[in-house]
């Protein structure tokens, strides 16, 4: 028999600016590592951008493993 990840009802939101190095964290539903290096789309897939003047402020991202949205914050500002 097929064991199908539990699924979180919640869309989670991750602060990057409270993750430490180069930005990776698991994901919260099935554990699989998304780093914002990984541009190969084989992880996780941009579903939606919000940006508010001009600047990245929330990205939400689906993993490709359990179909979590995740929503992104902490965005540096230069």
Do not use: H, W
Request: aromatic letters at 6%; hydrophobic letters at 35%.
């Amino acid at each position: 028999m097929l064991e199908t990840p539990k699924k979180i009802v919640a869309e989670p939101t991750i602060d990057l600016s409270a993750i430490e190095g180069d930005g990776a964290f698991p994901c919260p539903n099935c554990g699989l590592k998304i780093s914002p290096e990984d541009l190969s789309d084989e992880n996780y897939k941009v579903v939606e951008t919000k940006i508010v003047k001009g600047e990245l402020a929330e990205l939400t991202i689906v993993c490709r493993k359990c179909d979590l949205k995740i929503r992104l914050t902490g965005f540096q500002q230069y």
